[in-house]
């Protein structure tokens, strides 16, 4: 068993800031009441005391039960004295101070009505009852500036902190803009094990040059640790600069540049490790690894745009290696290297592409890059009637590698795409008729080829609805008929063709592929009828149900025989009461007497953080083969998963996942472990157990990986991993959520 991947989000020192900053404004807001005006005085309102008298010197003292009110606060104590010569406020013996969120406890206060400033001396902070703390010395000046002598915060427990911040000196300076905070200190059970001596940092909106948060992570390679530098170079474009290392690698470092102007934005990056020991061992070439993002956005004029976005990296094991996948490896499959222009306007758009990519998984090989791709759309309406163009013109090739069993390695793709609407709005229903054609025009390596298909189809929807009891319930039959002349190649490229999901809503659609490359004979009838039920709190029930007739026999994609008729697909979508809900999607073949496809899913959820999850996924083994016996198999899927989160105290919980292949009878991935919470603190132990891909390791091993898939080895094996995860409340974790490790990761 290992202990795998402890990866700390520890960001203290920004966490730090950001609380001791948040609860200094709060207490400036709480002072001001909410008024953002720059108060010119402190005034005096309202005075009260079981006794109030004079002495020689012209004070005025008030004991028993003081109350004193002014335009900023509201003080209550045993005594007081107030000197209108020199304005002049003292206020001691069991103070406390009150304004709408914040509430001091102090052993006295010192106020100079005419600077318009008080000092609050040993004084005990409380805001909300959720954050708490303690200051010798507390000055607060109208003009919005704040210091703070001898400061601790926590949110923790105030009787007995498990953690806590000090300060030896914090000053925020002209209306918060920045702040200057010396001798940081972060104490957990009083040990302390963080110190920064002296921080200037920015407040609201100022951005000031200076350290950001370190990084700390610690995996299978070591401690990884980064501490980036803010540069503010200008207004519109600034930098950030982080050295970095990992012990069991090297050394390297980051750069990130952003920029704005009034019509583009965009922002460059760079890392690098300069000498990767363990790569060097592993592969046997050179250490020094490095990738490079560039993204870019441009308004050249109000109706033209262009982007960029452009990602490239030394090899492809660089993600596997010095990514962010906690939980599994990085699952980047490829870097993108496009560039776009597009030109809309009110009637058209036209657009321009360029895409290529850096392949990072050794089978993902199915890709075309583009150079280029133009696409044109022109869109006119009158009255009932809608008219659309729409074509494209593109060079593709295939990158990477070609594929033993695919001839279509350079294609030239020209398509025009046209359709005439007419849509009528009825009083309680709609009808509409559309009529088009697509023409697409390959030159291929192996051919030229040219596909038309003319196409029709008519639509009527009526809605019936009614109000019953404050439920909206709301009745759609549907009835459509499609025609697809049948096109003349079978065997055309597949660029970017890719087949729907089946559900209700697919089935009404004309193609069941998207792109320009497949368009199927089609001459069927659809039927369909769909039921909503509207609650509060924007809840609602959904049943669909609808079934295709084919007025031309196709072939089934699972008996390989002629059908007349589509299965019955169906979805329903309801909650049983305010914690549980349930989803059911089917797929029913009435002919054979069996499920094509389907999926369940039931979720209880309810205030005291008990949670159960119950998915299915199922979809029967597709018989028309490709040419990988394991793909094939992809093809078929039979699984079940359940998670569940159930507390057994206040603060113990207990949580797990389990997914399980049906028709393997094999647990594909084992999730279990316990989680103790309280008010500042949660920790937990984690074991999960699973089969993962193993791409990477595949390419080594194997010289052709494709060819040991046909041979009907997959690239998977079992991981055993143990896992741990601490946070300490508004500072920071190890390990991720608990709501994040156990949501659904294949099945949703």
């Not at 002349?485 to 659609?509: N, V």
Request: hydrophobic residues 35%.
């Amino acid at each position: 068993m290992q202990l795998y991947n402890l990866r700390t989000s520890m960001l203290v020192l920004k966490k730090i800031f950001i609380i001791l900053i948040t609860l200094l404004s709060l207490i400036h807001l709480s002072i001001l009441r909410g008024n953002e005006d720059k108060i010119e005085s402190i005034n005096i309102e309202f005075i009260n005391a079981d006794k109030v008298s004079n002495d020689k010197r012209g004070n005025l003292i008030l004991e028993g039960n003081v109350s004193i009110t002014t335009n900023l606060l509201e003080f209550k104590a045993d005594k007081a004295l107030y000197n209108k010569l020199d304005e002049s406020l003292l206020i001691e013996n069991n103070v406390k101070i009150i304004s709408s969120n914040l509430k001091i406890d102090a052993d006295s206060v010192t106020a100079n009505l005419l600077e318009r400033s008080f000092s609050v001396k040993d004084s005990n902070l409380n805001f909300k009852n959720t954050s708490f703390g303690s200051t010798q010395d507390l000055k607060i000046k109208t003009s919005g500036d704040v210091i703070l002598i001898d400061s601790n915060l926590t949110n923790c427990s105030e009787d007995d902190p498990i953690w806590e911040i000090t300060a030896k000196k914090i000053e925020i300076l002209k209306n918060q803009r920045n702040a200057i905070i010396k001798g940081i200190k972060l104490n957990i059970k009083n040990i302390p094990i963080f110190y920064f001596p002296y921080v200037r940092t920015s407040v609201g909106n100022e951005r000031l040059s200076g350290f950001l948060s370190p990084s700390l992570r610690q995996g299978g390679d070591g401690i990884d640790i980064s501490l980036p530098y803010y540069f503010n170079l200008a207004p519109n474009y600034d930098l950030v600069f982080s050295p970095r290392h990992i012990t069991d690698r090297g050394s390297g470092g980051a750069l990130e540049f952003r920029y704005v102007s009034e019509s583009s934005r965009g922002k460059l990056g760079i890392a690098t490790l300069l000498s990767d020991k363990e790569y060097k061992r592993e592969v046997g070439q050179g250490s020094k690894r490095w990738k490079t993002t560039w993204t870019h956005k441009t308004n050249i004029r109000n109706a033209l745009f262009t982007e960029i976005n452009f990602k490239s990296a030394s090899d492809e094991y660089f993600f596997r290696d010095i990514g962010d996948g906690q939980f599994g490896e990085s699952k980047t499959s490829y870097l993108p290297k496009n560039l776009s222009m597009l030109w809309k306007t009110s009637y058209f758009d036209m657009g321009l592409e360029l895409n290529r990519f850096q392949i990072l998984n050794p089978f993902v090989s199915e890709e075309y890059k583009v150079q280029p791709k133009l696409n044109f759309n022109s869109f006119l309406y009158k009255k009932n009637f809608s008219y659309h163009i729409a074509s494209s013109i593109g060079t593709y090739e295939r990158e990477g590698n070609k594929l033993f069993f695919s001839k279509f390695n350079e294609v030239d793709r020209a398509y025009l795409g046209q359709e005439l609407r007419y849509l009528i709005n009825l009083d309680s229903s709609t009808f509409s008729f559309s009529l088009g054609s697509d023409i697409t025009k390959y030159n291929t390596n192996h051919g030229n080829f040219t596909r038309s298909s003319p196409w029709f189809e008519a639509e009527y929807r009526v809605f019936l609805e009614k109000n019953i009891h404050g439920v909206q319930k709301t009745l759609t039959p549907t009835i459509k008929y499609v025609y697809v002349k049948e096109e003349k190649e079978s065997h055309l490229p597949l660029i970017d063709s890719r087949i729907f999901s089946t559900d209700y809503e697919g089935l009404f659609r004309r193609n069941i592929y998207s792109g320009f490359d497949r368009n199927p004979k089609a001459d069927k009838l659809i039927i369909g009828i769909e039921h909503t039920s509207s609650f509060s709190r924007n809840k609602t029930t959904l049943f669909s149900l609808g079934k295709a007739l084919y007025l031309e026999k196709l072939n089934s994609l699972y008996t390989l025989e002629e059908i007349d008729k589509s299965p019955l697909v169906g979805e329903v979508t309801s909650y049983i009461n305010k914690n549980s809900r349930y989803s059911l999607l089917l797929e029913w073949d009435g002919k054979t007497k069996k499920i094509n496809s389907g999926s369940f899913g039931f979720i209880y959820d309810d205030k005291q953080k008990r949670r159960f999850e119950l998915r299915s996924v199922y979809r029967r083994k597709n018989l028309n083969p490709s040419y990988v016996p394991w793909l094939d198999n992809l093809s078929a899927t039979n699984q079940i998963e359940a998670i569940a989160h159930f507390p057994i105290t206040k603060s113990f919980s207990i949580f797990g996942r389990l997914q399980k292949d049906i028709d393997r009878s094999k647990s594909v991935d084992i999730l279990m472990g316990f989680e103790y919470a309280n008010c500042c603190l949660k920790f937990g132990i984690m074991n999960r157990k699973w089969i993962a891909e193993d791409y990477f390791a595949w390419k080594n091993k194997y010289e052709s990986p494709y060819l040991a898939l046909y041979n009907g080895h997959e690239p998977s094996r079992l991981r055993d991993n143990l896992y741990l995860f601490i946070e300490l409340k508004e500072l920071g974790r190890l390990g991720k959520k608990v709501s994040k490790i156990i949501s659904s990761q294949k099945l949703e």
